[in-house]
């Protein structure tokens, strides 16, 4: 496959995994509406949603890799209708051909998307102004309630997210 040919198929990529992604979304936060912020802007207001120059990709204590979001103010304030546009945001910023599987096999960074939009939303309604989010792809999807009972960070015990299993003293789940 050429190289112009492999971008377009690679954006085609990204923005059906940002459409699928916002579906999604707004199907997890209107069923929650209830407990987003009253404050919240006009939608499609955000100019942008993430502060990319304090984001990034890194290691965690269970030796993982996850990515760290700081939201723009906008991107706190966001109502449902808006939040896959930060969804979408995020994979454009944080995302790359060979995780999307046009490469030889996708990475493990988007291993489990539904499970990060959990985490996503999550953060919107319990912790929208905790100056960080982190995203975990080895995370489980388990749903609002226990995503939101364990404070955005659940985890499967014995696994990787397992506050017991931490391999730094003092860290555990308190990363949302």
């Known amino acids: 496959m050429d190289t112009r040919m492999r971008r377009v198929v690679v954006g085609l990529l990204v923005l059906v995994a940002g459409l699928a992604g916002g579906a999604l979304l707004n199907e997890l936060l209107f069923a929650r509406g209830e407990r987003l912020a009253a404050a919240a802007p006009r939608e499609g207001s955000c100019s942008s949603y993430v502060n990319t120059a304090e984001s990034r990709w890194f290691v965690d204590q269970w030796g993982e890799t996850s990515l760290r979001i700081v939201p723009t103010a906008c991107g706190r304030r966001i109502g449902p209708s808006d939040t896959p546009h930060m969804f979408y945001e995020i994979v454009k910023l944080y995302g790359d ?41 080895y995370r ?37």
Request: aromatic share 6%.
């Open 140 to 176: 489980p999807w388990v749903g609002d309630d226990a995503t939101d009972n364990a404070g955005c960070n659940p985890y499967i015990p014995g696994k990787a997210g397992d506050p017991a299993t931490a391999k730094h003293a003092g860290e555990g789940a308190s990363g949302t």
């Open 97 to 137: 051909p060979e995780q999307f599987g046009s490469g030889p096999r996708p990475s493990d960074r988007w291993k489990n998307v539904k499970g990060m939009i959990n985490q996503l939303t999550c953060h919107l309604r319990i912790a929208r102004d905790k100056d960080e989010w982190n995203l975990e792809p």
